[in-house]
């Protein structure tokens, strides 16, 4: 089931960064007094009560403003109000209502979809709620005070925002068929893959980078089981700097990736990896899924019987940090081992929910400390003792030892290598958490 997406809109310097990080719990946006300081929109993963969803920051809205900035600003807005099933419209109180929350207000209510109306920076209710209630005027609901510096009047917005959520997560959780989403750079062949796999022109394909304009979900029918492929790009045309178009990407690549099982990271064989290509892959990486290295137009690059050796090392140099990454080289122009892909889509997920007995865990743990002693500093040497799974998608893993501190990333590591010695685990990450247990507890 994926999170709803939360977007935070409205004018340049309102607040909305600060509020950002205030449900965020750290300083992930710029915080700063000029106007048009955050440029980029910034996502966050946030838990309230038992509520999990992803928040969406944008730049700041001046909906008449011909500066380039502000206007690209305004389209990055308007994407992340189209991707949002909830939008929090964040206004001044200070500043009281401006022709531009009104013309916001205007485009928000065009968009159908639920907004929250926040009246921030009010650090005294008794003092500014009078001036609170001038924002019925923007006809878009009830106002909520906030002071997001203050952190005052969150839990009272967020109620609000939650009521919005979409209900039926349910229903959403029974459908097991595998959900694919095709992720990367404008132009490397999404569409032109799906299309393959299809038979048929079912997403356009351009040579214009991004004429994707939205997440389209394409099932697909091989050996008698279903497939769901998630198309993604839903980039504007109009943006013609390739900065931008990497911004414009982000969010939709988000809200597909949460919703997917097992992500195709297509790459362009003739451009090789990118800096760009590792950031859109890092997403999937950071929320656990299955994932799929897809090099496209292979029939494209001149070959010797070093060509694929070579290829693979530069992949996994720019993305050393999902070594675990499965990598196919293929042709949707000529069909070239496209049809490969469904087995190992299969594999991935397989490997995705494999359950490892707690017994069979401690074994491979005992062993590796007899091969590989735990580090020790001062004289005091980490104890490992017991090692457990507690969930799939990804496979997390639980160990307690006697001394969190003395348990280092590469000591993690090397457990790691050895269970995917032992099990595979192919194209999944795996996660650890380690849990201190005094010794007199055994």
């Known amino acids: 089931m994926s999170k709803p997406v939360v977007a935070i809109v409205g004018r340049p310097n309102v607040g909305k960064s600060t509020l950002f990080n205030a449900l965020a719990g750290e300083m992930i946006s710029i915080v700063k007094d000029t106007p048009g300081v955050t440029r980029d929109r910034i996502y966050a993963d946030v838990t309230w009560l038992d509520k999990e969803f992803t928040m969406v920051d944008t730049g700041g809205i001046e909906p008449d403003s011909r500066d380039v900035i502000l206007s690209q600003m305004r389209e990055q807005a308007q994407i992340a109000i189209d991707t949002a099933d909830v939008i929090i419209f964040i206004t001044d109180v200070r500043q009281g209502v401006v022709d531009a929350d009104s013309k916001v207000a205007d485009m928000l209510r065009r968009s159908g979809k639920p907004v929250v109306l926040v009246v921030n920076k009010v650090d005294n209710f008794d003092k500014f709620m009078p001036d609170v209630y001038e924002f019925y005027n923007l006809g878009i609901g009830d106002p909520v005070p906030i002071s997001a510096a203050s952190r005052l009047g969150l839990g009272d917005m967020l109620e609000a925002v939650a009521a919005h959520f979409p209900e039926g997560a349910s229903a959403q959780e029974e459908d097991d068929r595998p959900r694919i989403a095709i992720v990367g750079k404008p132009n490397v062949g999404k569409s032109s893959i799906i299309n393959r796999l299809v038979g048929e022109n079912r997403v356009i394909v351009s040579d214009v980078a991004g004429t994707t304009r939205d997440a389209v979900d394409t099932t697909v029918v091989h050996d008698g089981k279903e497939y769901v492929f998630i198309d993604t790009a839903g980039l504007r045309r109009k943006s013609r700097i390739k900065e931008e178009l990497e911004r414009y990407s982000i969010i939709r690549t988000v809200t597909a990736v949460e919703r997917a099982d097992v992500v195709l990271m297509v790459i362009d064989a003739t451009e090789g990896v990118t800096e760009q290509d590792a950031k859109i892959a890092g997403i999937a990486h950071e929320r656990g899924k299955g994932i799929i290295i897809v090099v496209n137009k292979w029939d494209a690059v001149e070959k010797n019987d070093r060509t694929m050796r070579e290829y693979e090392k530069d992949i996994r140099s720019v993305l050393s940090y999902m070594p675990y990454a499965e990598i196919m080289y293929v ?103 380690i849990r201190e247990r005094k010794e007199k507890e055994q």
Do not use: C
Not at 333 to 355: E, F, H, N, P
Not at 373 to 401: A, C, E, N
């Open 331 to 433: 042709s949707a122009l000529t069909g070239q081992r496209l049809v490969k892909l469904y087995d190992r889509i299969d594999m991935v997920i397989a490997s995705q929910t494999l359950r490892v007995a707690t017994g069979v865990l401690n074994e491979i743990m005992t062993e590796a400390v007899a091969m590989q002693q735990p580090p020790s500093d001062k004289g005091k040497r980490l104890k490992l003792y017991y090692i457990t799974q507690v969930s799939v998608k990804p496979p997390t893993f639980v160990i307690f030892v006697n001394d969190r501190e003395l348990m280092h990333f590469s000591y993690t590591r090397y457990l790691e290598n050895k269970i995917r010695e032992a099990f595979g685990f192919r194209g999944t990450s795996l996660k650890f958490f």
